[in-house]
């Protein structure tokens, strides 16, 4: 009972030299979206049908064994996730300094001084009166945060949420170079299945070309004929030579993305991936899919250390109160080591208050500060999650248009090639010349490039879609809890109602 009657008379007198300072009213004021809030449009309803969730090696889906290879580099080289791990244990570093500051600190300190002692109303007449002695110590100082505000505890709780958002900025960086890597590979495909076709395309022209001679060497063509033919051979081998150089640069891409020379790249052979390979989608949406994105998950942690921010900016307004203790030995006079023998000893205990009184708006300015960050931390939460439902919403709209798209390519491939065909056989039987049947291939070459287009766009757009969803990374396993979210209640807000 004495106990509690001290504590309520110590909080009396706080909240009595505290109300010097007040706050002001200063407080955070936006607030957080949820994903439920969001409308999710037609595209995300649409995309219930399927059931499947991004693996955490997602890639494999495209059976590409250098592709494998060359992720697996990628993470292991990347300067780009050096830099973000790096980072990792900086912030983690920076966590255990904070937590250190609610743990006791024991300090140690000695000091050997030679002292002249001077002769005058203090010190003489006397015996050390001018006289060189050493005057020695030799001190252990412990002290212990009591932390009544929190305080102490909040500034460790906001280093270690800082922590996991840079836990989640390394997740997203490792999916950000996942994507760029499977992307560039898809287009490094792409390339290949091009230069197949401007490769068949030249072959063909030179087939019309020296039909065209024959021709007029027999007397029924005409130079016309001939100097048509040649005309578009120039410009097909330039694209050959383009889609060469376009080879080489996407080498060296892919190099650089796994953070290796223009030289391993030169090694890549031409990828084995399908172009046309079916893509599936996760059942539960959108909620649980925007807490899957590492950024979403990075933002929320920004937001929980914005609002610890709040409370350490508060606890600032209320008394400070440590325990204290020094021990020690001292030594005047005798040899340099005399105050080893502990013959003299000094000893000092008890709580040390510090009070801020006037202090010329610097707390209110320190709590605006932190309710400022706190309200662009949410702002920025906000529109993550409107931008991680909008880029998945894109997603879907390209994956469903890209189906359409790949249906329709395929009957153009395949109304070209029946034509090709029936030209064929045409020609065969006499029917018509070959120049024909050489004008249905090249539209078939035509409708087959378009569809290795429209097959390498559906798998980009994949990709795109598991990046969206978080990758199979496994963001949403770490998230700040509900209530390190908001800013918390002055600690003596309770007593004053």
Partial sequence: MPCRI??????ALTLT???????GGIAPQTHELHAEQLATGDAVHAAVVDAHWPADQWWQAYADPQLNNWLSQALANSPTLAVAAARVREARALAGVAEAAESMQISGDAAIRRHTWPTDDFYGPGTLADTSTFDNTAT?????????????????ARALDLAHMSAAQARMAELDLQGNVVRAYIQFSLQYAERDIAEA????????????QKRLQGGIGTHFEVSQAEAPLPETRRQIDALDEALALSRNQLAALAGKGPGDGARL?????????PLALPSSLPAQLLGQRPDVVASRWRVAAQARGIDVAQAGFYPNVDLAASFGFMAVGGGALEFLAARKFSGTFGPALSLPIFDGGRLRAELGEATGGYD???????QTLVDALKNIADQLIRRASLDKQQALAGESVAAANKTYQIALVAYQRGLTDYLNVLNAQSLLFRQQQVQQQVQAARLSVQAGLIIALG??????ADVPADASQLPGEPPLAALRR
């Fill in 201 to 212: 395309t030249l072959a063909q022209q030179q087939q019309i070309l020296d039909l065209a």
């Fill in 471 to 476: 990758g199979g990374l496994g963001a949403g």
């Fill in 376 to 382: 662009a931390a949410v702002a920025q939460y906000n």
């Fill in 6 to 11: 001290i504590q309520r008379g110590f909080l």
């Fill in 140 to 156: 252990l100082g412990l002290s212990y945060p009591l932390d009544f505000w929190g305080r102490d505890s909040n500034a460790s």
């Fill in 17 to 23: 030299l505290g109300g010097c300072i007040g706050t």
């Fill in 269 to 277: 052979q031409r990828p084995s991936l399908s172009l046309g390979r």
